[in-house]
């Protein structure tokens, strides 16, 4: 039990806070718990309403303790990626050991020194990431620990978005008795769980996050996160047209046009795939119908798609992904490649627990956290461990003797069964 590593990761979506609980043990990552609440506190570029979206988080939290046992005591915080932008920078230290090796204290102080860049009034720093590192002229991305030498370059990125949502957004966790261990930008979370970083080594990477009110497109280049921009358009805007025409609940015209309809086709099933009573009669709404009502809200948003990529797709070879709410829609992406003349693919999770696309920048944040643990030195876990280990073990043993009083009532039940 003392080797796991059992952190929570939180992200507030624009309708809904994401909370997922899981643990490193063995090099294996294990799901131990995803919460996911209704939140309409909170927009791509700010929050809207500040007591919605700490109550969905202590929610999230309080669920979570009953099935896991243990209080949640800090989380790894992921936020919109709203005015995001990346100051690129080398930072150069001397050594300080009297070796003359590279130690992880070289790495810290060449952060610290690009720290003290100004990022400007409206802009907050949240993560500084070291892209690769230089020692005699020879460049690795690895940290080049035990290296003999007298500088080390550092290559560092400065990841800064908007002050005021920064520090809104970690005022409400702190609201709900939370701390944040680290922050990371929704985009550059689900590279790291897709490992797109290493992907757009050769080639340029878009990452399309779609929610409910709007997209974000990410652009990730020669392994870094290149750039950022939100369009205040997504699932929820195509899903207005069948709200408006029949009448049915936002979030059940979302889920109908995430898993009963192929948007690739223009020819669907007559097949009912929805009913419900309205006003005492009772109405439906086949494929076909769904289809053909949000064919126009498609075409717009992939209007939007196209003329923001057009640019970025003349630069070299681009490979396109669709993940967040939207990524679970079947046909975007062979609409969108048609668009588009590249390849374009859906990005769901594999994580056992955790399958759905709507979780990729969640799951992101245990990796992003895990690769600056050799940096930061910091080790804390999420939960109250004690109290995680006590439930475990409990439910381990209760459901020990569960097994043998079974299995001894069926030993029992032969044996009676054979004497009459």
């Not at 409910?212 to 950022?228: F, H, N, P, V």
């Not at 955790?354 to 910091?378: E, H, K, S, V």
């Amino acid at each position: 039990m003392n080797d796991k590593q059992i952190y929570a990761a939180i992200e507030a979506a624009d309708h809904e806070v994401r909370l997922v609980i899981g643990e490193f043990y063995n090099t294996r990552f294990n799901i131990i718990k995803v919460e996911r609440v209704p939140c309409s506190g909170l927009s791509y570029n700010g929050i809207s309403d500040e007591q919605a979206l700490i109550q969905a988080i202590k929610q999230a939290t309080l669920s979570a303790k009953k099935m896991v046992g243990a209080s949640v005591k800090q989380v790894i915080l992921s936020i919109p990626s709203y005015k995001l932008k990346r100051i690129s920078l080398k930072s150069t230290v001397d050594i300080e050991g009297i070796d003359g090796t590279v130690t992880i204290q070289d790495v810290r102080n060449a952060i610290k020194k690009a720290e003290t860049v100004n990022v400007g009034n409206d802009s907050a720093l949240i993560q500084t990431v070291c892209v690769k590192y230089t020692v005699n002229g020879m460049t690795t991305r690895r940290i080049p620990l035990g290296e003999k030498c007298s500088q080390l370059i550092v290559d560092i990125d400065l990841i800064c978005t908007d002050r005021k949502f920064a520090y809104d957004m970690v005022t409400c966790i702190e609201k709900a008795d939370l701390k944040v261990m680290d922050i990371f930008a929704d985009v550059y979370a689900v590279g790291k769980e897709a490992a797109l970083f290493e992907q757009s080594v050769e080639r340029q990477v878009i990452i399309l996050k779609v929610e409910r009110e709007a997209t974000t497109l990410g652009l990730l280049y020669k392994g870094r996160l290149a750039a950022s921009t939100v369009l205040p358009m997504g699932l929820g805007n195509i899903a207005n047209a069948v709200v408006e025409k029949y009448g049915i609940s936002m979030k059940n015209a979302v889920e109908l046009i995430k898993y009963s309809a192929r948007l690739d086709q223009t020819v669907c099933s007559t097949n009912i795939i929805h009913i419900w009573n309205d006003n005492g009669e009772n109405r439906t709404i086949n494929e076909q119908e769904l289809v053909d009502c949000i064919r126009p809200n498609v075409e717009t948003w992939l209007n939007a798609i196209t003329e923001t990529c057009t640019g970025i797709l003349q630069a070299g070879e681009t490979t396109v992904i669709i993940t967040g709410e939207g990524g679970e829609t079947e046909g975007l992406d062979k609409l969108l490649s048609k668009r588009l003349n590249v390849e374009v693919r859906d990005y769901i999770p594999e994580t056992l627990g955790a399958r759905n696309a709507a979780l990729t920048a969640c799951l992101g944040l245990f990796y992003a956290y895990q690769d600056r643990l050799p940096i930061i030195g910091q080790t804390e876990n999420s939960l109250d461990l004690d109290a995680f280990i006590k439930n475990v073990s409990y439910r381990d043993k209760k459901a020990e003797n569960t097994k043998e009083d079974t299995l001894t009532n069926k030993l029992k039940g032969l044996f009676l069964d054979g004497k009459k």
